[in-house]
């Protein structure tokens, strides 16, 4: 199951500007390319496998493949839990999918007083079809945190949680089926847009969100100490 990840920083005014950027890879066998693209549609069953989400939902639609929704993500203690608002599009490749995103501001779903709103500058999923049942995830993300990180942060994003994370992804497509046999079964509105009832949302209501308009701490000087005191909630 290989997976690669890199970490990349951009540091601008030594402090001013944090940025990662992440390039994973992982073969799924005994998952098909289509069983993987609805696991990371359905939101309903990421609330059964993602441990590191606090909440998520669909916002509204904007065209038949593309919609913005709400995701909030619990951080390694003692920092600050982010949470981001981002516009979602999808496409069917032949056999294969691709499914971007990138941070908008929306009016009615503003920064939110007890989280620091990040921002997704591009997030890519991209399944390649390996033949009847095999897959390749390839995931890409550029994400601003709106913060000064500590060293130790990033080194654990980068070593544990994001491979984790994408091990999870694939223990999660195995049981898939098994679970949306037993929770309405044929609701797929990824696939099938007439089963779409969220509001429509007017593109004009919406504008990219842009780093510098955000709050943006200072959690560099935290201590990793702090952190072995609590549970490992952010490696699993």
Not at 6 to 25: E, N, P
Not at 46 to 52: A, C, E, L, P, S
Not at 61 to 84: I, Q
Request: aromatic share 12%.
């Amino acid at each position: 199951m290989p997976v690669r990840i890199g970490v990349l920083w951009w540091t601008k005014k030594r402090i001013a500007f944090r940025c990662f950027f992440s390039q994973m890879r992982i073969v799924c066998k005994d998952v098909t390319a289509e069983t993987l693209y609805d696991v990371l549609h359905d939101t309903s069953y990421r609330k059964k496998w993602d441990t590191n989400m606090i909440d998520t939902f669909d916002i509204g639609r904007l065209t038949v493949n593309a919609d913005v929704g709400y995701y909030s993500w619990k951080c390694p203690h003692p920092l600050k839990n982010r949470d981001f608002v981002t516009m979602r599009s999808w496409l069917p490749l032949g056999n294969d999918y691709l499914i971007i995103n990138y941070s908008v501001k929306h009016p009615e779903y503003p920064a939110k007083k007890d989280y620091v709103r990040a921002v997704s500058l591009l997030t890519g999923y991209l399944i390649q079809n390996n033949g009847a049942n095999c897959c390749t995830l390839y995931y890409l993300t550029q994400v601003d945190p709106r913060g000064s990180l500590p060293k130790w942060v990033v080194n654990r994003v980068s070593q544990f949680v994001a491979p984790k994370a994408m091990k999870k992804i694939y223990k999660a497509c195995l049981k898939y089926p098994e679970w949306k046999r037993k929770h309405d079964p044929n609701l797929k509105p990824w696939r099938y847009p007439e089963q779409n009832m969220l509001p429509c949302i007017n593109l004009a209501d919406l504008t990219v969100q842009r780093a510098d308009s955000l709050e943006n701490i200072d959690e560099s000087t935290l201590s990793e100490e702090k952190a072995q005191h609590h549970s490992d909630d952010d490696e699993t």
